[in-house]
């Protein structure tokens, strides 16, 4: 709807846009500035992350009958940092004249459920629990960005496109909150 009304404003009013599509933000400032603060959350590496460092008793897998290789939904996972830069050079590609668009935003790859618990495990060096569950209503099998006209139009290349990295960074975040909590 949003993309709608900017569209019909930008007929009828000098307005350029670019609108981004997010898929899965994900990861932290690399330098630990800021990260994902919000309770209670949902987001699937945030949730294993908490719950690699003890703060949830276990994590919840939705579903593990999906047609993927290992049965789980796939999701394209898109670092935080990454995402500030595709803003960047969409300000940038505005004030040089650009004109409007949509734009995915998303590397054009993703990682299914099991994946993303086992990139956690690998970056905290901890085994935790796992409940499986059934699928949960509206889950689509995969969400993955076709990706390519956001570097054709912006110029915009991931630098932080690495799983492994993404929730590096997470973790390192979430265990920031953990201190900054006890002290």
Partial sequence: MTEIMLRDVARAHPLRYVALRYFNVAGADPEGRSGQSTPNATHLIKVAVQTALGQRPYLEVFGTDYQTPDGTCVRDYIHVSDLIRAHIAALDFLRKGGESGVLNCGYGRGFSVLEVIAAVKRASGRDFALR??????????????????????LGWRPARDDLDLIVGDALAWEERLISSRAG
């Fill in 132 to 153: 499986f569950e059934a699928r949960r209503p509206g889950d689509p099998v995969a969400l993955v960005a076709e990706a390519d006209r956001i570097g054709e139009v």
